[in-house]
């Protein structure tokens, strides 16, 4: 048995778990809505308070599903209690970030302002000048867009100038040394 997969998920108040044929899950909470369509050989059932997630046999395929797909419900039900958010930091002489409306602006010692608009269900707040917290109710697109604005200057090994994650330690290497 699948130890995450046989794990029931809890419904807490204020949230509505609702099952659509082909697996369409729908999860309503105080922050919003988001729904899914997960495969189609789980069985996903709503059983008073919880949700069970349960495979038809024991292939391969159907166990690695099984945990995945208990796993993505949760995540649901945690994005519309809680959210989710990733913290960037901008490191470096001259880099920056701004905010204007939807539009964040960094500056990232390129010929010009890298200019990034938030996408559907994300925000973006400015914490100072250098750490950016990405916010939303979708982990997935959370971290899909910290990962596309932490792309636009990946942190370097010798000085550690970039946008990095606050989670993150970067392997420092030893620079060149001089000739005596």
Known sequence: ????????????????????????????????TLERTLPSEMEVKV???????????DLKKMKSLHGLTRTLINNMVIGVTEGYEKKLEVNGVGYRAAKQG?????????????EMEDPEGIETV?????????KGIDKE???????????KR????????GIKYADEHIRRKVGKTGKK
């Open 1 to 32: 048995m699948s130890r995450i997969g046989r794990l029931p998920i809890a419904i807490p108040a204020g949230v509505t778990v609702t099952v659509a044929e082909n697996n369409k899950v729908t999860v309503k909470g105080p922050k919003g």
């Open 47 to 57: 059983e008073g308070a919880e949700v069970v997630v349960s495979r038809p046999n």
């Open 102 to 114: 939807k539009k964040l602006t960094l500056s990232l010692g390129y010929s010009h302002p890298v």
């Open 126 to 134: 400015l914490d100072g000048q250098n750490i950016i917290i990405v």
């Open 141 to 151: 697109k959370v971290g899909q867009f910290a990962a596309e604005i932490r792309d």
């Open 154 to 161: 990946r942190p370097e090994p010798y000085k550690g100038k």
